[in-house]
T-cell receptor
Framework: AQKITQTQPGMFVQEKEAVTLDCTYDTSDPSYGLFWYKQPSSGEMIFLIYQGSYDQQNATEGRYSLNFQKARKSANLVISASQLGDSAMYFCAMRGAGYGGATNKLIFGTGTLLAVQP | DAGITQSPRHKVTETGTPVTLRCHQTENHRYMYWYRQDPGHGLRLIHYSYGVKDTDKGEVSDGYSVSRSKTEDFLLTLESATSSQTSVYFC??????????????FGQGTRLTVV
């Protein structure tokens, strides 16, 4: 069975500093995708970054990077140069490969609430 | 913005009544998902669909049913609402596979209160 674990319910970071949000996963699928989403207090879900299980390099999108360690089954999100607007809930998610039914189940972790302090 | 609309956005209903939430997309995406979001639990998958009339259960499917008679619509029904189903419900859509541009797009959410 697939599972996503986020062990940090809440995190604090000073403005302009980097922060790492942890995510570990479990799956028996040989191919899968990992996603991070941001949910500000307004409630919408915002896609941040994607990593494929066969990607050789860690994904980066602006100030976001994904530290992908396949052997450890971890996919940590790194936010560089934190800004006040980064304060939000962050979710890690995973989906299996292929175009079949069960393999495309998209599951989420419990989230990490990040607070950026001035 | 991806074309995905949830209705209603807010609803208050009484215990024991049936409730149907609607998710409508204009993107022609194959996959559609229903989640509930509760404090401390993140987003939990209720049901999902991988095509017209093709659906499967998620991790918290008890008390919920779904239907997808058209590509663009995915309905979530609470057969007999209970207070434990008070939650924020999100619908999401996506293409299949695990390549780039396969992220899920979310609706704005429906806040359901069962009294």
């Amino acid at each position: 069975a697939q599972k996503i674990t986020q062990t940090q319910p809440g995190m604090f970071v000073q403005e302009k500093e980097a922060v790492t949000l942890d995510c570990t996963y479990d799956t028996s699928d040989p191919s899968y995708g990992l996603f991070w989403y941001k949910q500000p207090s307004s409630g919408e879900m915002i896609f941040l970054i994607y990593q494929g299980s066969y990607d050789q390099q860690n994904a980066t999108e602006g100030r976001y990077s994904l530290n992908f360690q396949k052997a450890r089954k971890s996919a940590n999100l790194v936010i560089s140069a934190s800004q006040l607007g980064d304060s939000a809930m962050y979710f890690c998610a995973m989906r299996g490969a292929g175009y079949g039914g069960a393999t495309n189940k998209l599951i989420f972790g419990t989230g990490t609430l990040l607070a950026v302090q001035p | 913005d991806a074309g995905i609309t949830q209705s209603p956005r807010h609803k208050v209903t009484e215990t024991g009544t049936p409730v149907t939430l609607r998710c409508h997309q204009t993107e022609n995406h194959r996959y559609m998902y229903w989640y509930r979001q509760d404090p401390g639990h993140g987003l939990r998958l209720i049901h999902y669909s991988y095509g017209v009339k093709d659906t499967d259960k998620g991790e918290v499917s008890d008390g919920y049913s779904v239907s997808r008679s058209k590509t663009e619509d995915f309905l979530l029904t609470l057969e007999s609402a209970t207070s434990s189903q008070t939650s924020v419900y999100f619908c999401a859509i996506s293409e299949g596979g695990t390549g780039m541009n396969t992220e899920a797009f979310f609706g704005q959410g429906t806040r359901l209160t069962v009294v």
